[in-house]
């Protein structure tokens, strides 16, 4: 396990979800409130590429509800959990090692999606930009894609603290987090305090940091728009709900749907 110390942001990918981490997220993660959301997406259009598809939690489903999914991903040990938890459902989904900045799949896809804040890990407009125009180049032109992002305004300040607590077949885990404020008021820098328990045993514990970005919806829109996209909605989110609602000046989690504008 690696312990974080430097509050830097990385330049580097961030490719935290490896170990117990990954196993956790694997085990605990699974299907939830979005399925049904994406749904409406990939159903309207298919081929369906998940971005950061992490260990499938949103590729299988849709898969195992008949439509066509590839998934692609930073991460080895999330793509190890997606392939075991697929062969196990007896479902066919490619899973890409590949990283979302840059990719080529070699095909189109008449959906894209990006789930859990995973798009918040880009932190620079170039790196979001990126990303945007390799989604641009695999969507078909009446394709959308639509992802989740964190919307600034509905953040807590920081320091604000959370914690969660899961038990699972082989061992428990508790996550405490701690938002911190961060030189840069787009980024939102929180730390988390992993300890994994067996029982009375505490096997592991271990400290990440991790930085993502926020957005204001006009930033979004402006940054959408340089990369090819028109915004087409936002809709407030929690972590609980994914339905069709405005987004509110408090909403933290928007799902965003955009469409790729035709190249002139
Ligand atoms: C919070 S998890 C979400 C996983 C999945 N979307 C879900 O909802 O279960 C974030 C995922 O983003 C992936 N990720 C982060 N940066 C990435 C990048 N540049 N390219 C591809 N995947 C990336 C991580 O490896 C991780 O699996």
Redesign the pocket.
């Known amino acids: 396990m690696s312990v974080v110390t430097s509050m830097d942001p990385p330049t580097e990918?961030?490719?935290?979800?490896y170990g117990v981490v990954a196993r956790w997220?694997a085990e605990f993660?699974t299907s939830g409130p979005?399925i049904a959301y994406f749904q409406t997406y990939v159903e309207a259009g298919q081929p369906a590429l998940?971005?950061?598809?992490?260990?499938?939690?949103?590729a299988i489903p849709l898969a195992r509800r008949g439509y066509e999914v590839a998934g692609?991903?930073?991460?080895r040990p999330?793509l190890a959990h997606a392939r075991r938890k697929a062969r196990a459902a007896r479902l066919s989904i490619p899973f890409v090692h590949?990283?979302?900045?840059r990719?080529d799949l070699g095909r189109p896809f008449d959906a894209a999606i990006?789930?859990?804040?995973?798009f918040g890990?880009?932190l620079t407009d170039a790196?979001v930009l990126r990303?945007l125009r390799s989604v641009h180049r695999h969507l078909t032109s009446d394709g959308l894609f639509t992802f989740e992002f964190w919307q600034r305004s509905g953040m807590h300040p920081p320091p604000y603290q959370s914690w969660f607590h899961r038990s699972g077949r082989e061992y428990e885990l508790v996550r405490l987090s701690e938002s911190r404020p961060s030189r840069r008021p787009e980024r939102l820098s929180i730390e988390f305090r992993f300890f994994v328990f067996k029982g009375s045993r505490v096997l592991d514990r271990f400290n990440e940091i991790h930085t993502v970005r926020t957005y204001a919806i006009d930033e979004m829109r402006a940054l959408l728009r340089r990369g090819g996209f028109d915004f087409l909605h936002g809709f407030e989110a929690t972590r609980k709900e994914k339905r069709f609602r405005p987004v509110r000046k408090e909403s933290f989690r928007v799902m965003a749907v955009a469409r790729p504008r035709a190249q002139s």
């Not at 990918?13 to 979800?17: D, I, K, L, N, R």
């Not at 692609?72 to 991460?75: A, C, E, G, N, Y």
Request: hydrophobic share 35%; glycine share 12%.
């Open positions: 990918p961030q490719t935290w979800h997220w993660n979005e998940d971005l950061a598809c992490g260990t499938g939690n949103h692609l991903d930073l991460s999330m590949g990283d979302m900045r990719f990006c789930a859990f804040g995973a890990y880009l790196d990303c």
